[in-house]
């Protein structure tokens, strides 16, 4: 599985992007999707996740309220919509796939099988 994670990019505080992140290699509607970030000096943290058919979702309380997460199946395709960013949204991005299909609840790194490259968000203040 491949996937290619797009949409990043500066953006002042309590303005908003659209993360996308593009898979090929596997059937995209038999695959778990998340985002995760990562600050410097800080470890990679879960901030949502989606399941196979994006009827179900689950956020970090960090994000909550703010962020919403969605797949277009048709396109091979998982969102995250950021809204009322804040400075400390500011990390690299990641996109990751997981095979169980309870993992869209998982916030645990190593219960995902495949990562993207990451995109650079950065939240002036």
């Known amino acids: 599985v491949q996937l290619q994670a797009s949409g990043g990019g500066l953006v002042q505080a309590g303005g908003s992007l659209r993360l996308s992140c593009a898979a090929s290699?596997?059937?995209?509607?038999?695959?778990?999707m998340g985002w995760f970030r990562q600050a410097p000096g800080k470890e990679r943290e879960h901030v949502s996740g989606i399941s196979f058919s994006g009827s179900t979702t689950s956020y970090s309380d960090s994000v909550k309220g703010r962020f919403t997460i969605s797949r277009d199946n048709a396109k091979n395709t998982v969102y995250l919509q950021m809204n009322s960013l804040k400075s400390e949204d500011t990390a690299v991005y990641y996109c990751?796939?997981?095979?169980?299909?309870?993992?869209?609840?998982?916030?645990?790194?190593?219960?995902?099988?495949?990562w993207g490259q990451g995109t650079q968000v950065t939240v002036s203040s």
């Open positions: 990751a796939a997981a095979n169980p299909s309870w993992a869209w609840n998982s916030r645990r790194v190593d219960e995902y099988d495949y």
């Open positions: 290699g596997r059937t995209f509607s038999s695959l778990v």
